[in-house]
């Protein structure tokens, strides 16, 4: 069973940083990706980074210069966000595929990721 956990979120004034990370454990296989993704209260889900099967990080515009997706040997994932803004109040979640995708096709379609975290909140007060 794959579990994915999320942690570092928080509250933190307009301007500031955070970075969020996702401990993946269990039986993966041998070929997953994984992405970021936060949905604010009335909104959809939305893409904001992932890591495609060349290992290049893909990004939303929104999160294009102020954000970075990374990933250590250890199976964390991580986002560092800076320069954050009240619109960046969201629930985060990190999300793992099976399906391999490359460029801005790993961030087209929350459905394609088939394992997700509970979230972590972020929440940016002007």
């Known amino acids: 069973q794959v579990r994915l956990v999320e942690s570092g979120g928080g509250s933190v004034q307009a301007g500031g940083s955070l970075r969020i990370s996702c401990a993946l454990s269990?039986?993966?296989?041998?070929?997953?990706?994984m992405g970021w993704f936060r949905q604010a209260p009335g909104n959809f889900r939305e893409a904001v980074a992932a890591?495609?099967?060349?290992?290049?990080p893909n990004y939303a515009d929104f999160a294009k210069g102020r954000f970075t997706i990374s990933k250590d040997t250890k199976n964390t994932l991580y986002l560092q966000m800076n320069s954050l803004s009240p619109e960046d109040t969201a629930m985060y979640y990190c999300?793992?595929?099976?399906?391999?995708?490359?460029?801005?096709?790993?961030?087209?379609?929350?459905?394609?990721?088939?394992?997700w975290g509970q979230g972590t909140q972020v929440t940016v007060s002007s």
């Open positions: 890591i495609d099967r060349f290992d290049r």
């Open positions: 269990g039986n993966t296989g041998s070929r997953y990706l």
């Open positions: 999300a793992l595929r099976e399906t391999l995708c490359s460029g801005i096709y790993c961030l087209t379609n929350p459905d394609d990721y088939i394992y």
